[in-house]
């Protein structure tokens, strides 16, 4: 299987502020990587595919990068919308994998 | 709008068979693949399965020998079977579409949670 891990685990920031979230896979998977939004007691709601693609309806401040091992989801300005548990997820290969998670909490 | 909904028991006994329905609507139920996600209280996300609607199939291999996923294409269904349930299954269970075999999750049912428990 592949492996993915976040981090960090848990994200402090204020509103405002720009902060990034870090992927990395155990191996090669392209760009086959999406990212999800999780708030308590929801389903995970798709940001970014194929790394880098903005979901339609997501707004333009999320942005995702990287390509072989290394990825990341960046939000430009937070707002309080934004503090949630975000996913990434490999789809290279079966079975599918998703990193640990990363809770961004307010500062 | 594509919605997905999950339904079934939400207590099962351990050593027993879980049992969840997902109805598709909104949309069609061919030319896509339908999964199965599910979620421990607190933890993480793990991919159970998908099949496609002619029937084909894959599993994740941790959970293979315990699960089958079957559709019901007349009925917009597809439904998840785990056979020999510990406390371990125990968690919120996701129904969602990807448009490929080896693709993202663009719909999320809103989740269903389902409790081993004697």
């Known amino acids: 299987d592949i492996q993915m891990t976040q981090s960090p685990s848990t994200l402090s920031a204020s509103v405002g502020d720009r902060v990034t979230i870090t992927c990395r896979a155990s191996q090669s998977i392209s760009t086959w990587l999406a990212w999800y939004q999780q708030k308590p007691g929801k389903a995970p709601k798709l940001l970014i595919y194929k790394a880098s693609s903005l979901e339609s309806g997501v707004p333009s401040r999320f942005s995702g990068s990287g390509s072989g091992t290394e990825f990341t989801l960046t939000i430009s300005s937070l707002q309080p919308d934004d503090f949630a548990t975000y996913y990434c997820q490999q789809y290279n290969s079966f079975p599918f994998t998703f990193g640990q998670g990363t809770k961004l909490e307010i500062k | 709008q594509v919605e997905l909904q999950e339904s079934g028991p939400g207590l099962v006994k351990p050593s027993e068979t879980l049992s969840l329905t997902c109805t598709v609507s909104?949309?069609?139920?061919?030319?896509?693949?339908w999964n199965w996600i599910r979620q421990p209280p607190g933890k993480g996300l793990e991919w159970i399965g998908n099949?496609?609607?002619?029937?084909?199939?894959n599993y994740n291999p941790s959970l293979k020998s315990r699960v089958t996923i079957s559709v019901d294409t007349s009925k917009h269904q597809f439904s998840l079977k785990l056979s020999s349930v510990t406390a371990a299954d125990t968690a919120v269970y996701y129904c969602t579409r990807t448009l490929g075999m080896e693709d993202y999750f663009d719909y999320w049912g809103q989740g269903a949670l389902v409790t081993v428990s004697s």
């Open positions: 099949i496609y609607y002619t029937g084909s199939t």
């Open positions: 909104g949309g069609a139920i061919s030319s896509y693949y």
